[in-house]
């Protein structure tokens, strides 16, 4: 109970500290227009451009009061890429902690530094600055880092800051950073890895994907929230394996992705500085900062226990609903004559819901308008009907935490058919034609995030004619799905 009070106590604090003083906007933002100017023709991998922002995000260390952590603040290395040996460079700083004991535990503040670099395109030179991606990350632990010197009287923990080279090439800087034991793995208590983090009002929030990996990761941001009201808009125990936390998560080590979406022109040329929420930064940096703080004074950083990682994905299951809106073609199938009628389009929409079971297992109910039919010799058969399939869905693992999962469905389906016509002409529901029908559904495909997109067939079970005796007529179709979460 004691070390709760002294916990909320150190991060109000903290909190006013950061109120009366906070980390700036305009230095954020005059980091990353340097680093995204024409000047540096994208940072590309193994570039000069690329050596000269690592020398000046060692520049601004030095100013910041922030130590290197080896001679000199670079680690570095020879990359194999391609054909080629390409030498490859990490920036790394050191704050060291003022507890005898805890000052050898370390905590990570990484941000990779390059980006795609640049092309010719119809005689001109076109530059992938990376405004988001990432001189937004580097701008920030640039100016953590200052605001952490400030108050380094006050840290137990060390903080190494890491400015990565080559992870748009393959995470090189982060893998090799881990691989070589600069640190040893067991020393690094937790790691965080602020990749894009320029979109936060854009994106409604800051996602922290890999929080859970921590234990009670989740409660000390709700805890500093409660003085910096900043929105965390998702999180979730998988640690994120598309940026630099992958090789510190493979490890062992709690590792966090700090991320605000795609919004940005993610990858285009388009990606400039102008585009960027710098005061949004500035309440991220403000939160990140406090939270390291707490983290370095913090009795004990555990990580969650792969049982524990199991419990935390199975808490963030949801109830999901969704639109979804399909496109394919429909026929008759004579069954008795072994024959099929010619194909017409057909499409459907309405809404559905998903209950995600656990993490492989899902329920999932749909209504759905249809219009659909087939060719008949005396024209074509046109139905429209309200469709009520109820699927159930299995679903690939995750290990991203980036919602990434192929699936496959099954299922029934019953439909109501409320009007239609034949060659202009309504269809008698009264004395010829089922006005009700039920049948199968199979599907597959993938889930991106809130999307879900895929190939869905249908095959009716009951008869569309009241007699049998002049024929037995099931309705099949094939389909494109998309659908959309919310």
Same mark, same amino acid.
């Given at each position: 109970?004691?070390?709760?009070?002294?916990?909320?106590?150190?991060?109000?604090?903290?909190?006013?500290?950061?109120?009366?003083?906070?980390?700036?906007?305009?230095?954020?933002?005059?980091?990353?227009?340097?680093?995204?100017?024409?000047?540096?023709?994208?940072?590309?991998?193994?570039?000069?451009?690329?050596?000269?922002?690592?020398?000046?995000?060692?520049?601004?260390?030095?100013?910041?009061?922030?130590?290197?952590?080896?001679?000199?603040?670079?680690?570095?290395?020879?990359?194999?890429?391609?054909?080629?040996?390409?030498? /490859?460079?990490?920036?790394?700083?050191?704050?060291?902690?003022?507890?005898?004991?805890?000052?050898?535990?370390?905590?990570?503040?990484?941000?990779?530094?390059?980006?795609?670099?640049?092309?010719?395109?119809?005689?001109?030179?076109?530059?992938?600055?990376?405004?988001?991606?990432?001189?937004?990350?580097?701008?920030?632990?640039?100016?953590?880092?200052?605001?952490?010197?400030?108050?380094?009287?006050?840290?137990?923990?060390?903080?190494?800051?890491?400015?990565?080279?080559?992870?748009?090439?393959?995470?090189?800087?982060?893998?090799?950073?881990?691989?070589?034991?600069?640190?040893?793995?067991?020393?690094?208590?937790?790691?965080?890895?602020?990749?894009?983090?320029?979109?936060?009002? *854009?994106?409604?929030?800051?996602?922290?994907?890999?929080?859970?990996?921590?234990?009670?990761?989740?409660?000390?941001?709700?805890?500093?929230?409660?003085?910096?009201?900043?929105?965390?808009?998702?999180?979730?125990?998988?640690?994120?394996?598309? #940026?630099?936390?992958?090789?510190?998560?493979?490890?062992?080590?709690?590792?966090?992705?700090?991320?605000?979406?795609?919004?940005?022109?993610?990858?285009?040329?388009?990606?400039?500085?102008?585009?960027?929420?710098?005061?949004?930064?500035? *309440?991220?940096?403000?939160?990140?900062?406090?939270?390291?703080?707490?983290?370095?004074?913090?009795?004990?950083?555990?990580?969650?226990?792969?049982?524990?990682?199991?419990?935390?994905?199975?808490?963030?299951?949801?109830?999901?609903?969704?639109?979804?809106?399909?496109?394919?073609?429909?026929?008759?199938?004579?069954?008795?004559?072994?024959?099929?009628?010619?194909?017409?389009?057909?499409?459907?929409?309405?809404?559905?819901?998903?209950?995600?079971?656990?993490?492989?297992?899902?329920?999932?109910? *749909?209504?759905?308008?249809?219009?659909?039919?087939?060719?008949?010799?005396?024209?074509?058969?046109?139905?429209?009907?309200?469709?009520?399939?109820?699927?159930?869905?299995?679903?690939?693992?995750?290990?991203?935490?980036?919602?990434?999962?192929?699936?496959?469905?099954?299922?029934?389906?019953?439909?109501?058919?409320?009007?239609? #016509?034949?060659?202009?002409?309504?269809?008698?529901?009264?004395?010829?034609?089922?006005?009700?029908?039920?049948?199968?559904?199979?599907?597959?495909?993938?889930?991106?995030?809130?999307?879900?997109?895929?190939?869905?067939?249908?095959?009716?079970?009951?008869?569309?004619?009241?007699?049998?005796?002049?024929?037995?007529?099931?309705?099949?179709?094939?389909?494109?799905?998309? /659908?959309?979460?919310?």
């Amino acid at each position: 109970m004691y070390k709760t009070i002294f916990s909320i106590v150190l991060v109000v604090v903290i909190c006013h500290q950061i109120t009366a003083q906070g980390i700036s906007s305009e230095m954020l933002e005059e980091h990353v227009t340097y680093l995204a100017s024409d000047e540096l023709l994208g940072r590309g991998f193994g570039s000069d451009e690329r050596n000269i922002s690592a020398k000046y995000i060692a520049e601004q260390f030095k100013e910041a009061g922030v130590k290197p952590l080896l001679d000199d603040y670079y680690h570095k290395f020879i990359q194999r890429h391609g054909i080629m040996n390409v030498k /490859a460079v990490n920036v790394v700083g050191l704050i060291e902690g003022n507890d005898p004991e805890l000052k050898n535990e370390y905590i990570i503040l990484g941000a990779h530094y390059d980006h795609l670099g640049w092309k010719i395109s119809e005689g001109d030179t076109v530059v992938y600055n990376g405004a988001d991606d990432n001189a937004s990350g580097t701008a920030s632990i640039i100016e953590i880092g200052r605001s952490l010197v400030k108050n380094q009287e006050n840290l137990k923990r060390s903080i190494i800051l890491i400015a990565f080279d080559g992870e748009e090439s393959g995470l090189y800087g982060s893998t090799r950073f881990v691989k070589d034991s600069i640190i040893l793995p067991e020393q690094i208590k937790v790691m965080f890895s602020l990749d894009m983090v320029g979109m936060y009002d *854009e994106h409604g929030g800051l996602d922290l994907k890999g929080l859970g990996s921590l234990k009670n990761g989740d409660q000390i941001a709700e805890m500093i929230q409660k003085e910096l009201p900043l929105t965390i808009k998702k999180s979730g125990a998988g640690v994120p394996r598309s #940026t630099d936390t992958a090789p510190f998560g493979d490890a062992g080590i709690p590792a966090i992705h700090a991320y605000t979406g795609t919004e940005s022109p993610y990858h285009k040329p388009e990606d400039d500085s102008d585009l960027l929420d710098y005061d949004g930064m500035a *309440e991220i940096c403000d939160f990140l900062y406090a939270y390291t703080v707490e983290l370095s004074n913090a009795s004990e950083i555990l990580a969650l226990t792969e049982r524990e990682v199991a419990a935390e994905k199975e808490k963030s299951k949801k109830l999901l609903i969704g639109f979804r809106f399909n496109s394919g073609s429909s026929l008759h199938n004579y069954k008795d004559d072994y024959f099929k009628a010619k194909a017409l389009f057909s499409t459907g929409a309405g809404l559905l819901m998903q209950w995600r079971v656990n993490e492989y297992f899902s329920v999932q109910p *749909e209504v759905l308008y249809e219009w659909h039919g087939s060719q008949h010799e005396l024209g074509k058969f046109r139905m429209h009907s309200v469709t009520a399939p109820l699927s159930v869905m299995f679903t690939s693992p995750d290990p991203s935490g980036y919602g990434v999962r192929s699936y496959v469905l099954a299922g029934g389906y019953y439909s109501y058919h409320f009007g239609g #016509t034949l060659d202009g002409d309504d269809i008698d529901f009264d004395a010829e034609y089922e006005n009700q029908g039920f049948g199968l559904a199979f599907g597959a495909g993938m889930e991106v995030m809130s999307a879900r997109i895929g190939f869905l067939y249908k095959t009716g079970l009951s008869g569309l004619l009241q007699d049998e005796t002049a024929g037995k007529l099931r309705t099949e179709g094939y389909f494109f799905s998309f /659908a959309i979460m919310f």
